[in-house]
């Protein structure tokens, strides 16, 4: 039907009361071709720009203040005369002062936080008595089913020394208060306040030995310590919960002993309303205390591209914003009013969160955006975003190389510069269908296609009407439409946001959210009925517990939901999708997808299609195409990772095949809350480009070098895993119970064996087939290998202790360029006859930094000395990287710059 003919029926469809037609509809704007949309200036977001470029040239191309200041007061000059002649060119100089002003704000401000030193006298070992108060309450946690954890910060007020003396001294500590004798009510479901043992504000004293935060010593590691010193924390320490006192007094500020306060109310008051799994949950997605979430838990909402949904970000401030202007203006307040309350709730409830920069960016960009649209400027997004990433890089520019900020920021630039004008040109045309619905003649002033759709609409209502009634026909397909309209803009902006974010996902999480997209479509809709009910639920039972009933109802179902989908979604192989870290030029390619994306998608229809391929592509990109392993070519390179007090070795042939023997552990199993494997060999692994390894084997089955493994071998699925002996253990039963459930395959070598393996050659010198087993795993199980390469050859002893080095050396008669000293240095190994025997020019040793085992041991070290061996030790070197080419062995340091 052409369209003179639809608007022409629809005008004689409806009429107004008097029978003329109504004359209202000519205010509506006029019509405009579908792919004519004129981008509106954003003078405030290119200033974000322009002071984001300039922190980033301050950070790395050092100059004197006095050349900084002089160039942007030139540019600012020229800016002012050329403003009224060539106004572009007048924008530009302007903005270069901008970018000025911020190199010399960050360099006068420094690139990164510095750790607080004045501790660093009182952390050689020896035990200091601490007096000082609370700064920050505790995270509660039990470990290993008996125990309890309470981390929290302490201001010290001084130190004692054994020898009497009492030295004043401010500085922040991370303090790890355990109780070994964990109190039957600390283990039962009804967790509540008394878990906390210590509050803000109180006054403690304690024997402690003092450590300085220290990161592991790989490329790719987290830098631990630039984000304790970002915190204030000068240092870490642990104490026995019977051996703090506490003392008389009160340290700190009223107002945030309140908020503590209030804090511990609201998780005293969720843990009642709702069961311990429930409530763990909530506890994290309303007021952002995750000491209730385990392990599994975080990885399932990490796998299934949903984990913003597990922590207080943006968009729990922006539901929660939404429902309290909703609530406002039912309760008829006017728009100011409503506003003005809104963005006091949301500063109230960033307050009681306590998540830090996160949700103070959400809520200060949440409440310029509403202060936006009192000034009628419900369009500017993009300069809403511009001025609140002004005034946090103004207060703190060092917020620009955090992850957090550049996600929270990204994630609202891709929905503001490509799904809004997405959603303006598709969903939102049609939506204009549905405006002045009794307005005859509001079709004729739509594009050709959406006064079509109108027609169509109308007319199924016209029919509707002979059952339903003209009122209630008309909201039905008024209805219909707006929520398949609503699902499709869900569907088109998560789809963007997957897309646009699928960089930073590879890069800091080293993670392909490939069903990101359909667990977001889920879960979204459900977090925002699951938010204001669990909000409304925990104020209503400071009422009465009853009344919050139906609120406590709601917010369960939701939660089952939620977690279902996750469960289900986060268990698929498909999901669990780990990539390296992309290339230099695959990073510029995504970026420049994405600029190419934010020009287009306001223009013709081709140009904007063209913009949502790039981005798709360079995801696609992102998933898929694996950079190139960072190796050299025809060499063996064996490297032993620094894992603290443990061991992981990694072996690169000269082909380019892959074997990580062990991968790490805390000692005894303890109930460590960092993973390894996940934490600290594979970010090493996928900062060399490596996707997935051919061989991992584990020497033996203590927890210092298997506890690593599980996530080894999730993450890097190889093709297969070596095992020795097999003595009983839980841990070794349920790692070999994995493999064989991600198809890799168990192969146990045996002495005398012999693999090749890419040009390398590895020969198995122990265990025999008639090792005795023991009742438990031990050092003597550890299975050695002698991987060699022409000429060349390394020795690799696991924790072999004498009876194993002796049994070796006077059997196999080895010889090695390189040697893996055995058990980390201890006097159990490392004997003269192994030396003798192996004749080794260089040794690595990997150990924890100040063990409190005093490893390595000065007569292992000796011994080395003794042979004329070069020592190399994790715990001073870090990762230490071994090549022989045939001939010859070098050594090299990582670089951790």
């Known amino acids: 039907m052409r369209v003179a003919e639809a608007i022409d029926q629809e005008r004689s469809a409806r009429r107004a009361p008097n029978g003329r037609r109504d004359a209202s509809a000519t205010l509506a704007p006029s019509a405009v071709p579908e792919h004519h949309f004129k981008p509106a200036r954003q003078p405030m977001f290119w200033a974000a720009v322009a002071y984001s470029a300039g922190i980033v040239i301050g950070a790395h191309a050092w100059r004197p203040a006095s050349w900084w200041i002089g160039a942007g007061a030139a540019f600012l000059a020229a800016g002012s005369y050329f403003v009224r002649r060539r106004k572009w060119l007048g924008y530009s100089l302007a903005l270069g002062a901008f970018v000025l002003t911020s190199a010399l704000h960050i360099q006068l401000r420094g690139a990164v936080s510095v750790l607080n030193t004045s501790l660093l006298p009182f952390a050689e070992g020896e035990e200091v008595q601490m007096t000082g108060h609370v700064t920050?309450?505790?995270?509660?946690?039990?470990?290993?089913?008996?125990?309890?954890?309470?981390?929290?910060?302490?201001?010290?007020?001084?130190?004692?020394?054994?020898?009497?003396?009492?030295?004043?001294?401010?500085?922040?500590?991370?303090?790890?208060?355990?109780?070994?004798?964990?109190?039957?009510?600390?283990?039962?479901?009804?967790?509540?306040?008394?878990?906390?043992?210590?509050?803000?504000?109180?006054?403690?004293?304690?024997?402690?030995?003092?450590?300085?935060?220290?990161?592991?010593?790989?490329?790719?590691?987290?830098?631990?310590?630039?984000?304790?010193?970002?915190?204030?924390?000068g240092a870490l320490g642990s104490v026995k919960a019977e051996d703090v006192q506490l003392l008389s007094g009160f340290a700190g500020h009223i107002v945030e002993m309140w908020r503590s306060r209030i804090h511990a109310s609201i998780i005293a008051k969720i843990h009642q309303l709702w069961p311990p799994g429930q409530a763990a949950l909530?506890?994290?997605?309303?007021?952002?205390?995750?000491?209730?979430?385990?392990?599994?838990?975080?990885?399932?909402?990490?796998?299934?591209?949903?984990?913003?949904?597990?922590?207080?970000?943006?968009?729990?401030?922006?539901?929660?914003?939404?429902?309290?202007?909703?609530?406002?203006?039912?309760?008829?307040?006017?728009?100011?009013?409503?506003?003005?309350?809104?963005?006091?709730?949301?500063?109230?409830?960033?307050?009681?969160?306590?998540?830090?920069?996160?949700?103070?960016?959400?809520?200060?960009?949440?409440?310029?955006?509403?202060?936006?649209?009192?000034?009628?400027?419900?369009?500017?997004?993009?300069?809403?975003?511009?001025?609140?990433?002004?005034?946090?890089?103004?207060?703190?520019?060092?917020?620009?190389?955090?992850?957090?900020?550049?996600?929270?920021?990204?994630?609202?630039l891709i929905v503001a510069a490509i799904g809004v004008p997405l959603v303006e040109r598709t969903s939102g045309l049609y939506g204009r269908a549905l405006a002045h619905w009794d307005v005859d003649d509001y079709g004729a002033t739509l594009p050709p296609r959406v006064a079509q759709f109108r027609l169509d609409l109308r007319l199924i209502a016209q029919q509707l009407a002979r059952f339903l009634g003209e009122r209630w026909a008309s909201r039905g397909v008024r209805g219909v439409v707006i929520f398949f309209l609503r699902a499709f803009e869900l569907l088109l902006v998560s789809a963007v946001m997957q897309m646009g974010l699928a960089l930073p996902?590879?890069?800091?999480?080293?993670?392909?959210?490939?069903?990101?997209?359909?667990?977001?479509?889920?879960?979204?809709?459900?977090?925002?009925?699951?938010?204001?009910?669990?909000?409304?639920?925990?104020?209503?039972?400071?009422?009465?517990?009853?009344?919050?009933?139906?609120?406590?109802?709601?917010?369960?179902?939701?939660?089952?939901a939620i977690t279902g989908t996750i469960h289900g979604l986060g268990g698929l192989h498909l999901a669990d999708l780990r990539v390296p870290m992309p290339s230099t030029a695959m990073t510029v390619i995504a970026c420049a997808a994405l600029v190419w994306a934010m020009i287009c998608v306001r223009r013709r229809p081709l140009l904007a299609i063209s913009g949502v391929l790039a981005i798709l592509l360079s995801s696609l990109a992102l998933a898929f195409i694996r950079p190139p392993m960072k190796a050299r070519t025809g060499v063996l390179e064996i490297t032993s990772i620094d894992v603290g007090e443990g061991d992981s070795i990694l072996l690169l042939t000269p082909e380019g095949r892959t074997l990580l023997l062990d991968a790490g552990g805390a000692i005894w199993g303890s109930g460590s809350q960092l993973d390894f494997g996940e934490d600290v060999v594979a970010p090493y692994l996928w900062s060399r480009g490596v996707s997935r390894l051919d061989v991992v084997a584990i020497s033996h089955g203590h927890s210092d070098h298997i506890g690593g493994m599980p996530a080894i071998l999730r993450d890097f699925r190889p093709r297969e895993l070596w095992v020795g002996l097999l003595p009983p253990s839980r841990a070794l039963e349920s790692l070999i119970a994995d493999a064989q459930a991600l198809g890799i395959k168990v192969v146990r070598h045996w002495e005398n064996d012999r693999i090749d393996l890419g040009g390398a050659k590895v020969d198995v010198l122990f265990p025999p087939h008639d090792w005795p087993v023991g009742a438990e795993p031990k050092n003597n199980d550890s299975m050695v290998l002698r991987v060699s390469y022409g000429d060349t050859s390394a020795l690799l002893e696991g924790d072999a202790e004498k009876a194993v080095e002796r049994r070796i050396a006077s059997l196999q008669h080895p010889k090695a360029d390189l040697l893996k000293v055995g058990h980390h240095g201890s006097n159990t190994s490392t004997t003269a006859e192994i030396l003798d025997s192996v004749q080794p020019r260089s040794a690595v040793i990997s150990v924890g930094f100040r063990n409190s085992f005093g490893l390595p041991k000065l007569d292992v070290l000796r011994r080395l000395q003794d042979h004329r061996v070069h020592v190399y030790r994790t715990d001073v070197n870090g990762a230490v990287s071994f090549y022989l080419d045939g001939h010859t062995v070098t050594a090299s340091l990582a670089d951790l710059q």
Not at 157 to 171: C, F, K, S
Not at 284 to 295: C, H, K, Y
């Open 282 to 412: 909530i506890d994290a997605m309303v007021i952002g205390e995750d000491a209730f979430i385990d392990r599994n838990t975080r990885a399932d909402f990490q796998r299934s591209g949903t984990y913003h949904i597990l922590v207080v970000s943006g968009m729990n401030v922006t539901i929660l914003a939404f429902a309290a202007f909703w609530t406002f203006r039912r309760l008829r307040m006017g728009e100011i009013s409503a506003t003005l309350l809104t963005v006091l709730w949301c500063f109230t409830y960033a307050f009681l969160t306590q998540v830090g920069a996160p949700v103070w960016r959400a809520t200060l960009m949440c409440s310029i955006y509403l202060c936006t649209r009192l000034l009628y400027r419900d369009r500017a997004k993009l300069n809403a975003l511009g001025v609140a990433a002004l005034c946090l890089l103004v207060f703190d520019p060092r917020q620009l190389f955090a992850a957090s900020f550049q996600m929270t920021f990204l994630c609202m």
């Open 505 to 560: 996902m590879a890069y800091y999480f080293h993670r392909a959210t490939t069903i990101g997209l359909p667990a977001n479509m889920a879960v979204v809709p459900l977090t925002q009925i699951l938010m204001p009910a669990a909000v409304l639920a925990v104020a209503l039972a400071y009422v009465h517990p009853v009344l919050a009933k139906p609120a406590v109802v709601v917010t369960s179902f939701a939660l089952q």
């Open 136 to 233: 920050r309450e505790g995270e509660m946690r039990v470990e290993n089913r008996s125990d309890l954890r309470e981390n929290l910060d302490i201001e010290t007020e001084e130190i004692g020394l054994e020898n009497g003396t009492h030295i004043p001294i401010r500085a922040r500590v991370r303090l790890s208060i355990y109780n070994r004798r964990a109190p039957a009510y600390a283990l039962t479901p009804a967790m509540d306040t008394s878990l906390a043992i210590f509050h803000y504000g109180q006054r403690l004293r304690f024997p402690v030995k003092l450590r300085i935060p220290r990161n592991f010593r790989n490329p790719g590691a987290f830098d631990y310590a630039s984000y304790l010193a970002e915190n204030g924390i």
